[in-house]
């Protein structure tokens, strides 16, 4: 791998925040392009920016290296950050929901992007055997220290999906998940191909009002993080063997004072 400059990368990304601020898109896009061309694997997430920007088309999803280093760098701080600042509450809603509706318990959890484990805290005594993935290193050491999960996994989703051989699942969840992925069909495809048949799929979007969606499945919002229509999800859902069991409008987090509106959904696997 050829070695990255990281003086020039800093420089740029500096250049880049700064003229976004200034509200200079065209150069700030320029900057972010040189941003790109110094590090093309993108751990500073210059291409979700130039997205958010409103150029170009928007990735198929946030680049590893960007989601890796993120949430390495957040590890630490981040539940104080989500749940204390932002008001990220989300697992709890999981666990109110499932049990509104009768579901569980279960035998075997795959917690997706398990994080510190906010979702499997919640979901601990309603399930016999939890296992958690997450790209990133730090978060999974957070997790194991509160030994909440059985199993767990450093790595990316997709291919941990594709590659897995365990027995499978009979609860998948993926809460503050879709934020970080455009395109649903890989996640839904996967997480189904890892569950048995009646199994159940929860999961957290983001969405923005139709006028701003404008026909799109998704796009990058204005805070680097995908939103989706609620009829992509819909679609892919049923395109990937789940019938729809409920979905939810909730808040999913506070965003600068602003609520992040968002679905909450629940699904279940039908083909065998």
Not at 183 to 194: H, R, T
Request: charged share 25%.
């Amino acid at each position: 791998m050829a070695k990255i400059d990281e003086e020039a990368l800093a420089e740029a990304y500096n250049r880049a925040l700064a003229l976004e601020k200034a509200g200079d898109v065209d150069a700030a896009v320029k900057a972010y392009e040189e941003v790109l061309a110094i590090d093309p694997d993108d751990h500073g997430g210059a291409s979700v920016r130039i997205a958010a920007l409103g150029r170009g088309e928007a990735p198929p999803k946030a680049p590893d290296a960007y989601v890796e280093t993120l949430f390495d760098q957040h590890a630490d701080a981040f539940e104080d950050i989500l749940v204390e600042q932002l008001g990220y509450t989300v697992p709890m809603m999981v666990r109110q929901r499932l049990q509104a509706l009768n579901l569980g318990p279960f035998k075997r959890l795959l917690d997706l992007g398990c994080g510190t484990g906010l979702t499997g805290g919640a979901l601990r005594d309603m399930v016999d055997d939890m296992t958690g993935i997450d790209i990133s290193e730090k978060m999974v050491e957070l997790a194991h220290e509160k030994d909440l999960y059985e199993t767990l996994y450093v790595a990316e989703l997709e291919d941990f999906l594709e590659d897995n051989d365990d027995e499978p699942f009979d609860l998948v969840t993926a809460t503050d998940v879709l934020p970080y992925l455009g395109a649903l069909e890989p996640l839904f495809f996967g997480a189904a191909e890892n569950m048995v048949t009646g199994g159940i799929f929860v999961f957290s979007s983001e969405t923005m009002p139709a006028d701003v969606m404008a026909g799109r499945p998704f796009m990058v919002g204005p805070h680097q993080r995908f939103v989706h229509a609620e009829t992509y999800v819909r679609e892919r859902l049923t395109a990937t063997g789940f019938d729809l069991v409920e979905i939810s409008d909730i808040n999913v987090r506070m965003q600068d004072g602003n609520p992040s509106p968002g679905h909450l959904v629940v699904a279940k696997k039908t083909t065998g």
